[in-house]
């Protein structure tokens, strides 16, 4: 409400706000941001609550209005990206004030759908009058609430209708949306043939890693066994030959070397004895 | 193979299943058993792949007939 005042000695028109009403997109506004805070506060939109989508979704849901547009670009990023994948489309009104029931209904039935485990939720851009319907409480709770994964593409990048943050992945345009919910066909297989490589080689790969390890302590055993008897007082006697065993493979004079557990002794033979 | 089990399952099993082998954690009797259930993974993964044709329906129709 305000007061028109006329200053006719200064030539000025004045209107003079007494009181602030909301009204028309303002009172709107405060309806959505009120909305925002009570959802928010019972957690609907926490990161937390959010599912991962499925990297090769069986069946996707698309849920979007009667234009052409959206709906074309959607499906086309879809199969260029992946052309095995399985589209199932609901269309319903996305605008006007049917739009939320039938967008809810529609949620609800696609969910039934034999195979679905991820749903996009789309709409071109428009006023934001256009878009209200995706801030519906109705909606909100049931994109929160769906049993499968939902991805909003609503509007355009600057909109975010309260189903955005409701989803579990939202895409600024129906083509990211497709990014998000099929994974690219050639890096699967790319992904695949890799996996393939390295499972074929692993085998060797481990047996060497066995036989290293095997070696190891084959090594270990022996040093310690040899070790072990010297410490125990023995010696082990080498001439140029070898190891000496017995006394007759040696003369004396002959030079011979003693190993023992600590140092050892280059010697000469004195004298031999049967 | 069980139908039950996804793609991703399969996939993430395999990669598992080669990092287990190339990381020389599993015992050479049990090796044997892994490959041969990544092999069969690998098969799974190729043949949905394969096998798999894309469709495209439309649900509209039961929509709008459902609306009074």
């Known amino acids: 409400m305000g007061r028109p005042g006329l200053l006719a000695a200064r030539g000025e028109f004045r209107l003079r706000a007494l009181t602030i009403e909301p009204l028309g997109l303002g009172a709107l506004l405060a309806g959505i941001d009120q909305l925002t805070r009570r959802l928010a506060g019972e957690g609907l939109f926490a990161s937390a609550r959010k599912r991962p989508l499925p990297l090769f979704p069986r069946r996707i849901a698309l849920v979007t209005g009667n234009e052409a547009a959206a709906k074309r670009d959607f499906v086309t990023a879809v199969t260029a990206r992946f052309p095995a994948a399985q589209?199932?489309?609901?269309?319903?009104?996305?605008?006007?004030?049917?739009?939320?029931?039938?967008?809810?209904?529609?949620?609800?039935?696609?969910?039934?759908e034999p195979g679905v485990d991820v749903i996009v939720l789309t709409r071109g851009g428009g006023s934001f009058e256009d878009l209200l319907p995706f801030s519906d409480e109705r909606l909100v709770r049931a994109v929160a609430g769906c049993p499968v994964p939902v991805v909003s593409a609503v509007g355009h990048e600057q909109d975010t209708p309260l189903c955005d943050l409701a989803a579990d992945a939202r895409?600024?345009?129906?083509?990211?949306?497709?990014?998000?919910?099929?994974?690219?066909?050639?890096e699967l297989r790319e992904r695949l043939r890799a996996l393939r490589g390295r499972l074929d080689r692993a085998p060797l790969l481990l047996v060497e890693r066995?036989?290293?390890?095997?070696?190891?302590?084959?090594?270990?055993?022996?040093?310690?066994?040899?070790?072990?008897t010297l410490a125990r007082g023995y010696a082990i006697v080498r001439t140029d030959t070898g190891i000496l065993r017995t006394?007759?493979?040696?003369?004396?004079?002959?030079?011979?070397?003693?190993?023992?557990?600590?140092?050892?002794?280059?010697?000469?033979?004195?004298?031999?004895?049967? | 193979?069980?139908?039950?089990?996804?793609?991703?399952?399969?996939?993430?099993?395999?990669?598992?299943?080669?990092?287990?082998?190339?990381?020389?954690?599993?015992?050479?009797?049990?090796?044997?058993?892994?490959?041969?259930?990544?092999?069969?993974?690998?098969?799974?993964?190729?043949?949905?792949?394969?096998?798999?044709e894309g469709k495209i329906e439309e649900l509209g129709s039961r929509i709008e007939e459902a609306r009074p």
């Not at chain 1, 004396?252 to 031999?272: C, H, K, M, S």
């Open chain 1, 247 to 274: 006394s007759s493979s040696v003369a004396p004079g002959e030079r011979i070397d003693v190993e023992l557990a600590e140092g050892g002794l280059a010697a000469r033979v004195e004298e031999t004895r049967r």
């Open chain 1, 210 to 228: 066995k036989r290293a390890a095997l070696d190891s302590v084959a090594g270990r055993l022996r040093t310690l066994s040899h070790q072990s």
């Open chain 1, 87 to 112: 589209i199932v489309i609901a269309q319903t009104y996305v605008q006007g004030p049917r739009a939320a029931p039938d967008l809810t209904t529609a949620l609800a039935d696609i969910v039934r």
């Open chain 2, 1 to 52: 193979m069980n139908d039950a089990i996804t793609f991703e399952e399969a996939q993430r099993e395999l990669e598992r299943i080669v990092s287990q082998l190339e990381g020389g954690r599993a015992s050479l009797e049990d090796a044997v058993a892994l490959w041969e259930r990544g092999d069969e993974l690998y098969r799974y993964c190729l043949g949905k792949l394969d096998s798999a």
């Open chain 1, 171 to 186: 895409a600024s345009t129906p083509t990211a949306a497709a990014r998000l919910v099929v994974p690219d066909e050639g």
